[in-house]
C-alpha cells in the first residue's frame, strides 16, 4: 500500500475527505486481512496503515464487523458491477461467458479484493463468528441475474426452452464459487482453463439445437458408418 500524505484530512471538500479516507481504509483493510488474517486486522492497524487514528475507524465503523460489513460490501458491489456492465444487453449463453470473463478480469485485477472477499464469506458461516457475511444476498442477486439472462434467451430464441432457468442458476453461482476457492486455495490450478470449459459447457447446455444439430444427435454420420463395418 502506498504511504499516504502526512495530512490527508486537510485536503478536498468534507465529501472528499470522507470518500478519501472511507477509500483508504478499507484499502488497508483488505491488505490487512490478506496478510494478518482476522486477527490481525484490527481497527488500530487499520487506521495506522491508513495514515488516519484508530478513533476514526472506530468512529466510521464502529467495530470490526462494521469494518468487515463495509469491506464486502464494496468488494461486492465492484464485482456485480463489472459483470452487469460486462453483459450490457446480451442473453443466454452469450450473458454468462460475458459474466464469466468479468469475473476472472476482476481476478487478475484486484486479487487481494477477491482473497478477502472469500475469508469474509467463510467467516460468517461460522456461528460463533462475531462477524456474519451478506453472501446469501451476494449469491441470490447473481442467481437472480443468471436466470433472467436465460430466460430473456428463451424469449429470443436462443436457449432451449426446456432448460430451467433458476437450476442453471444455481449450478452457475455454485461452478462459479467452487473454481475461485480452488484457485486461492492453490494458485497453481489453471484459472483460465477453467473458466474456459465452463464457457464451452454452458454453450453445450443452453445453446438452442439447429435442425442440423438434432439431426447429428439422432443420425451417425456417413464415414461412423462406415467405420462400424
Known sequence: MTQ??????????????????????TEAAIELLVKRGIQGTTLQA????AGYSRGLATHRFGSKAGLFGNLL????????ERVQKAVGTKVGAEALCAATDAAEQFIKDR????RAMYILWFLGIDPRAGYHSNIGN????????????IRAGQRAGRVD??????????????SMAGIV???LANPQMPLHAMFTQLKADLHARLERPGPTQGAQRTRPTPKAVSSRR
Do not use: F, M, N
Not at 111 to 114: A, H, Q, S, T, Y
Not at 138 to 149: F, G, I, L
Open 4 to 25: 499516504p500524505p502526512a495530512s490527508p484530512l486537510r485536503k478536498g471538500t468534507r465529501a472528499e475527505r470522507a470518500a478519501l479516507s472511507d477509500r483508504r481504509l
Open 161 to 174: 426452452s426446456a432448460v430451467d432457468p433458476i437450476r442453471v442458476a444455481e449450478q452457475y453461482a455454485a
Open 73 to 80: 460490501k464494496v468488494a461486492s458491489t465492484d464485482w456485480l
Open 138 to 149: 451476494v449469491h441470490r442477486a447473481q442467481r437472480r441475474d443468471v436466470a433472467e439472462w
Open 181 to 183: 476457492y480452488q484457485w
Open 46 to 49: 487499520v487506521g495506522h496503515l
Open 111 to 114: 486479487p487481494d479484493e477477491v
